[in-house]
Each structure stands twice: as structure tokens, then as C-alpha cells.
């Protein structure tokens, strides 16, 4: 995978840093007003998260990457307050629009992505966090792509896989053209495709149908839809095909 890069800014960790610690006050102020239990040790597992997140737009590579892979092993705690720097940085580049603000976003969704593509299964997505994620597979930079795709192709929690497929139903309802949204589908077919051949049976949709039965019926109506104008959509009928290929010979050897 190339490398990835961080901008000269003044100070990206601490610019990152300040957003976390808002988010965190949100979060005890909230806790507060619900009357919830405060854990000691939770709060210190928090606020190492919240710096492992502040050292993914670091300038220190080693230190970059190594926040990446601490992050990982967190697991579930850390699904949150990641995807919460995610979104606060990309707001917060859609609005400056600055050298500083943009690099903190990229870094801060390649490591986000990178650290959940790494963590042991089963994660847990809500349906807001499942959408968010499921965007990604369409980000600008091939490295967040690469990583999202491959944390949702290895998904197990069924709920979660679920949230995503209707996630990427949606995102496919209202793609554009190949220019604009050919990353997008071209990795909804590879994801699609990976959970109709290697989902085990018994996760299952709210109807009991089987999730990968699902996704097979879903990756052949899109497939068809594609071919109807098939443009610039070369890749991603070859791989529907390919992948329906292999679910049928695996079908027929059942």
C-alpha cells in the first residue's frame, strides 16, 4: 500500500487533539445529565483512545502507524470516537478548506479505516455509523478505500453487516456516472460478492433469509442495471460476474 502523507502544519496531533477533547467533555456532560455511572477506568481507556486518534495526522510515521494498529486492539471502545474525528474532520475541511484542515481529514480517515480494517471480528456498526463507513468505499484516496473495503468484506456481527447492506443499497440507488462514482461501485460489487461466497449460513437477515442469499440476489440486479448501459462499467460487471460465477460453482457443489 503507498504511503500516506501529512501535510507541513503547524501542529496537526494538537489541532486534532482539541476537537477530542471536546468530544470527550460532550460525552461526561451528557453522562451528567443521563445520571449515568462514571467508570474510572473507563475514562482513562477513553483517553488513551483519544490520543491514539490525535497521533494518526502526526508527522512521525512510525508514531502514525503505530497509533493505527493501538487502536485496533481497543476494538469496539475505540468504533465511536473514531468515526466521531472522522466526521468532525471532514466537516471541518468542507468548511476551511486549508492545507491544515484537509490533510488532518485524510490521515484521520486512513487511520481510522486502517485501525478497524485490523481489529478482530465481530465489530459492531449502527445504522448511522454503517452509512458513514460505507461512503468511504467511494473516498478520494485508493488507501481509505482499500482498508474500508476490507473491514466490511470480513464483517461477521449480522445486525452490523445488515446496517451496511442497506447502507450501500442506498448509495447504489442514487449513483452517478463512472467519473464520479465508479470507486463506489466497483467496491460495492467486490463487497457484495465476498459476503455471497464466504457468509456463513446462519447469519441471517431480519427476514431468516440467509445475508449471503441476499447479497447474491442484490449483486445480480445490479449487475443487470449496470449492463443496461454498460459505459465505463467494465470493471464492475467483471467483477459481479466473476463473483456470481464462483457462487454458482460453489452452489452446485453443495
Do not use: C
Amino acid at each position: 500500500m503507498p504511503e500516506d502523507h501529512s501535510a507541513a502544519v503547524t501542529d496537526p496531533v494538537k489541532w486534532l487533539g482539541s476537537r477530542m477533547d471536546v468530544q470527550q467533555q460532550q460525552q461526561q456532560q451528557q453522562a451528567i445529565r443521563t445520571e449515568a455511572s462514571t467508570d474510572p477506568a473507563e475514562d482513562s481507556r477513553q483517553q488513551k483512545i483519544a490520543a491514539l486518534i490525535a497521533q494518526l495526522v502526526t508527522t512521525d510515521t512510525p508514531l502514525r502507524r503505530n497509533a493505527r494498529s493501538q487502536l485496533a486492539i481497543f476494538r469496539q471502545p475505540a468504533v465511536t470516537p473514531m468515526l466521531a474525528a472522522v466526521r468532525e474532520t471532514a466537516l471541518a475541511a468542507e468548511r476551511e478548506r486549508s492545507p491544515t484542515t484537509e490533510n488532518v481529514a485524510y490521515n484521520t480517515r486512513l487511520g481510522a479505516m486502517t485501525a478497524l480494517s485490523r481489529m478482530l471480528q465481530p465489530i459492531t456498526l449502527d445504522q448511522g455509523q454503517a452509512t458513514q463507513v460505507a461512503a468511504l468505499i467511494g473516498a478520494p484516496d485508493a488507501d481509505t478505500r482499500i482498508a474500508t473495503a476490507d473491514f466490511l468484506m470480513n464483517l461477521e456481527n449480522a445486525s452490523t453487516i445488515q446496517n451496511v447492506f442497506d447502507a450501500m443499497s442506498a448509495l447504489l440507488d442514487k449513483h452517478q456516472g463512472p467519473q464520479e462514482s465508479g470507486n463506489l461501485v466497483k467496491n460495492s460489487m467486490g463487497i457484495l460478492g465476498t459476503w455471497a461466497r464466504v457468509l456463513r449460513e446462519d447469519i441471517r437477515a431480519p427476514d431468516d433469509t440467509p445475508i449471503k442469499e441476499q447479497a447474491r440476489r442484490e449483486l445480480e440486479k445490479r449487475k443487470k442495471k449496470l449492463e443496461e448501459n454498460p459505459t465505463g462499467w467494465d470493471q464492475s460487471i467483471g467483477i459481479a460476474k466473476d463473483h456470481l460465477q464462483r457462487t454458482s460453482t460453489q452452489r452446485a457443489a453443495r
